[in-house]
């Protein structure tokens, strides 16, 4: 079957593609080089849509180079070149059309489609030229790699192979050819390292640095100097020379390394990192044809895996229903916020101080109960401020106005009175968090919103003996408050919209995922993990030894094991939201004694620092039963409980759907793509059925359509 027969079959499985054109004109080149082919990949739509290849793009591209190729074959030109629409080079495959597809032949077609469009470039009679004058991702960037010579610009924000990132590989020659460019390692960085590290970006200077492009060039006459340089090229006056690739122990190493970086942030629970690392560990002898073939079939195995599919529906959340809040009232209703006032000057509220002041932009005010910490509060700040000013982040000016914005005061009566919003970050005990509100009430002008970050107790008790509890919110952040995207936005029974309106405004200018969450105990995250923890511990406490324990979930990829988990959080503030949970559901949530004498003891850590061993001082506090559990029993216990919190969650109206369960987990608690946050690997593996009676998703949500 031809090229042009395979794409127009598999554009039949996807008719509502955003369709790329691939346009072609001809220049002469500066110096008297010689009549040029310059290829411009374009959708038609502004730099807010990236271009993208689907089916009908790929054959698109097809033709234009049928036309070329026919003009080089004639000697009419002599050279060719591709670059894309203003900002934006190509960003890959067309995610949509691969979650259309159900049959693995399907899959197969679009492997072999690309696969057989993007060689082209390498086989005509002309050198061959790549432009990258924007963002480019995943087949945007292996497009390029198939052409003799590249270019990239200087202002280029994004260029990834992030295919590992989201559970396939860079299928369209990415494994094969990128360490066939610029060596094992620096290809296993690119393609395993950045992608598994939250999909991390480079920037144009660094693409250059890397060896993936030749010559390096400024944004603004971006492909003219491209062009000039391309004719340096083809009169011989410019010279590319590149290293000589190491394809002895150097590549073996790079293949292990990797798959060292996979162990230890999927756990072998995923399967794309390893396929990426099989095939450049194949393509060690330059076999190209054999590497792309090996492309093709991961990639047609991996659409087809349950992993893929989780992947792109994680995706999805993160990037379109993160940007539209279910259940946000309409933002019209939105105050201004002029000025922020923090209550607490410890770190959690220090980090808060410091992100509302680098984001807002407005007069940032900390209180606490003595002037020592409030200046070590704003110390804090300031010296926060200054790492950003060394490390180039911001420049001396504005490093001077952040720091000038955020002030510390003992009197919260003058320190609010004109503040617009204030959010209190204190000890978590339902009479401190009544107390300080009712002094903030009383300092504060009448519009100004209140804010809790509280992580467990109820936002309507603590408003509840107000005067006007309707402007009373949850805005529970995650520590570390720089890193973790999400805010759960708590509605109290009496918060009215402008209230939540106002938080959901501040939490976009914040750069903060924002979900809705009913006043419910624990709201999302913490009730997820706290029920799965408390099966971990109960059954260290009924005798499981607590490393066979602490590895049973190692299976899902979680980004770190329950008891990392727990050290992470902290003893005593774990022991206090099972606490408070369990005071809420006593049937379902227990509180561990054990976990109880370590923090009577006032230890952090149950481990012995850099192991995982027991610290004997911990053993001796431990008091346990007889019954020893499996890895297996253990971490069906916790999925067990994990399916019926989450039922329970969504029959409650915690939030509005299994979506936004999975997104908080996702942007809160880091949980993998390749999970999907917890629904769909509770659908695939048949525990939500089990447990419940029923899927939390439809079919082909996060699946494979039926």
Not at 206 to 212: C, T
Not at 437 to 460: D, M
Not at 478 to 486: E, G
């Amino acid at each position: 079957m031809s090229t042009a027969e395979l794409l127009k079959g598999a554009a039949e499985l996807f008719p509502d593609e955003v369709v790329t054109q691939a346009h072609v004109r001809h220049l002469d080149l500066p110096y008297g080089a010689g009549r040029f082919a310059l290829i411009t990949l374009d959708n038609g739509l502004d730099h807010t849509k990236p271009t993208t290849f689907g089916p009908q793009s790929l054959a698109n591209l097809n033709a234009a180079i049928d036309q070329v190729e026919k003009e080089a074959a004639d000697g009419e030109i002599v050279g060719i070149g591709l670059t894309g629409k203003p900002f934006i080079f190509a960003v890959g495959a067309d995610l949509k059309g691969v979650e259309l597809l159900k049959r693995h032949e399907d899959a197969v077609a679009i492997g072999k489609g690309g696969h057989d469009v993007f060689v082209r470039l390498a086989n005509l009679a002309v050198p061959t030229f790549a432009y990258y004058n924007g963002a480019a991702m995943g087949g945007g960037v292996e497009v390029g790699l198939h052409c003799t010579y590249r270019t990239v610009s200087a202002a280029l924000p994004a260029f990834s192979l992030p295919e590992v990132f989201l559970g396939l590989v860079p299928g369209w020659g990415g494994c094969a050819l990128l360490p066939n460019l610029i060596g094992a390692d620096r290809a296993v960085s690119v393609i395993i390292e950045n992608s598994l590290n939250q999909n991390r970006q480079l920037k144009g200077k660094q693409v250059y640095e890397l060896g993936i492009a030749d010559a390096l060039f400024e944004g603004a006459d971006f492909l003219e100097e491209s062009l000039r340089w391309t004719a340096g090229v083809l009169k011989g006056e410019t010279e590319v020379v590149r290293p000589e690739i190491d394809r002895g122990e150097a590549w073996d190493a790079a293949v292990e390394r990797g798959k060292q970086i996979a162990d230890s942030k999927v756990h072998g629970a995923a399967p794309a990192a390893y396929r990426a690392l099989d095939i450049i560990a194949a393509a060690k002898n330059g076999d190209l044809r054999k590497g792309f073939e090996a492309e093709t079939q991961a990639l047609a195995d991996l659409i087809m895996g349950g992993e893929l599919r989780s992947g792109i529906y994680a995706f999805n959340l993160v990037q379109k229903r993160a940007k539209r809040p279910a259940g946000a009232p309409s933002k019209d209703l939105a105050r201004p916020v002029t000025k922020v006032g923090v209550v607490g000057a410890g770190l959690m509220a220090s980090q808060l101080g410091l992100l509302f002041a680098r984001r807002l932009e407005v007069p940032v005010v900390l209180t606490d109960i003595d002037q020592e910490r409030v200046d070590k509060g704003v110390a804090y700040c300031h010296e926060e401020i200054d790492k950003l000013l060394l490390k180039g982040r911001v420049n001396q000016d504005k490093a001077n106005r952040l720091k000038a914005l955020v002030t510390g005061s003992l009197d919260k009566a003058t320190a609010f009175a004109d503040a617009d919003f204030v959010i209190e970050a204190v000890f978590e005990e339902m009479g401190v968090k009544q107390k300080v509100f009712a002094e903030v009430e009383a300092a504060v002008p009448e519009h100004a919103i209140l804010a809790t970050n509280t992580s467990s107790l109820s936002v309507s008790e603590m408003a509840s003996q107000l005067k006007h509890p309707e402007r009373v919110v949850g805005f529970h952040f995650f520590n570390p408050v720089s890193i973790l995207p999400l805010l759960e936005i708590v509605r109290g029974e009496r918060t009215d919209d402008a209230a939540l309106a106002t938080a959901f405004g501040v939490a976009k200018k914040l750069k903060k995922t924002a979900v809705l969450v009913k006043d419910a105990p624990a709201f999302v995250v913490n009730r997820v993990l706290t029920r799965f923890l408390g099966e971990v511990l109960r059954s260290i406490d009924e005798g499981t030894p607590v490393e066979v324990a602490d590895r049973a979930l190692a299976p899902l990829g979680l980004p770190m094991s329950p008891i990392q988990l727990l050290e992470l959080v902290g003893p005593a503030v774990a022991h206090h939201v099972a606490e408070t949970l369990h005071n809420a559901f006593p049937a379902r949530f227990g509180t561990s004694k054990n976990l109880g004498r370590i923090v009577a003891a006032g230890k952090r850590n149950l481990y012995l620092p850099g192991t995982t061993e027991l610290d004997p001082e911990v053993a001796e506090l431990f008091q346990v039963g007889d019954t020893v559990l499996t890895e297996e029993e253990v971490r069906d216990r916790a999925l067990d409980a994990i399916a019926q919190e989450v039922r329970l969650m969504l029959d409650e109206g915690v939030v509005a759907e299994a979506q936004d369960i999975d997104l908080c987990l996702i942007t809160g608690a880091g949980w993998p793509f390749h999970l999907g946050g917890v629904t769909p690997y509770l659908d695939r593996e048949g525990v939500s059925e089990r447990v419940t009676g029923r899927r939390f998703l439809a079919p082909g949500l996060a699946s494979i359509p039926e």
